[in-house]
């Protein structure tokens, strides 16, 4: 049974970093695409970034330079370090795994497409302040 659980979101200011963690069991952590989504109040949730087997990184656009996502294969664990935040990163940051193993893309982004990603944690909420 696949499972996922994230932590790490809270509360900081406008310029402050957090790190995301997302801890993964029931399944081969470096065989499969793993990607960390956001849903913000009132909107659709969104790709912020991907990492496909072999470890190749992707971005969404408003995050690049500023979000890092990276993973621990022997830990089981997904993280994402997000630095120079800003209040629209307010929002519910969600990890996901495509059970088929490699990522599938598509043009809303250059990451995963979240239709592909079968297996969602639960989200860990950070909120930005100004």
């Known amino acids: 049974q696949v499972e996922l659980a994230e932590s790490g979101g809270g509360s900081v200011e406008a310029g402050g970093s957090v790190l995301l963690s997302c801890v993964g069991s029931g399944y081969s952590f470096s065989s499969h695409c793993m990607g960390w989504f956001r849903q913000a109040p009132g909107k659709e949730r969104e790709g912020v970034a991907g990492i496909d087997v072999g470890d190749i990184t992707t971005y969404a656009d408003f995050v690049k330079g500023r979000f890092t996502i990276s993973k621990d294969n022997a830990k089981n664990t997904l993280y994402l370090q997000m630095n120079s935040l800003k209040p629209e990163d307010t929002a519910m940051y969600y990890c996901?795994?495509?059970?088929?193993?490699?990522?599938?893309?598509?043009?809303?982004?250059?990451?995963?497409?979240?239709?592909?990603?079968?297996?969602w944690g639960e989200g860990t909420l950070v909120t930005i302040s100004s």
């Open positions: 996901a795994v495509d059970s088929s193993g490699v990522c599938q893309y598509g043009d809303d982004w250059p990451g995963p497409i979240e239709s592909g990603m079968d297996y």
